[in-house]
């Protein structure tokens, strides 16, 4: 019988009861745990690179939603200055404020769905870089 380290590829032979070229079992049993350690750490690194990967990456998409965000504000105070206002129904400063609150939010919440397409275009350009 053996046993397949699959992170590494190694193949050990089991030799739990077996004395192999004289020596005793403890030898190759603690070959066999080294080898088993050793596999345990590399998969743990990998785990944490991964861990880490994700979190940049969930980094780079907040960022990302954010730019696409205040690009669809602009988008909308411009799209505002083509209105064209008489003053009678003007609501003063308030009325501005009231606007410009609608347009974060409204942007807000286009980039957080699918948005306008610039956030995936951001992502794929640096991930390109690996960060």
């Known amino acids: 019988m053996e046993i397949k380290l699959e992170n590494n590829g190694l193949l050990l032979p089991h030799i739990k009861d077996k ?4 020596k005793d079992n403890n030898y190759f049993q ?3 745990n080294n080898a088993l350690n050793q ?3 590399e998969i743990e690194k990998t785990e ?3 861990l880490e990967e994700k979190a940049e990456m969930e980094k780079l998409q907040k960022a ?4 696409e965000s ?3 504000f602009y988008l909308f105070k411009q799209m505002d200055k083509t209105i064209q206002r008489t003053g009678f129904l003007d609501g003063g400063i308030a ?3 009231f606007r410009d609150m609608l347009y974060d939010e409204m942007s807000k919440k286009i980039a957080e769905q699918k948005g306008i397409g610039i956030a995936d275009l951001i992502i794929n350009q640096l991930k390109a870089y690996k960060f």
């Open 48 to 50: 944490t690179e991964d």
């Open 19 to 22: 004395v192999i070229e004289g």
């Open 39 to 41: 596999s345990k750490k």
């Open 95 to 97: 009325e501005e404020i």
């Open 64 to 67: 990302s939603k954010l730019l």
């Open 30 to 32: 603690k070959i066999l």
């Open 70 to 72: 205040f690009f669809i």
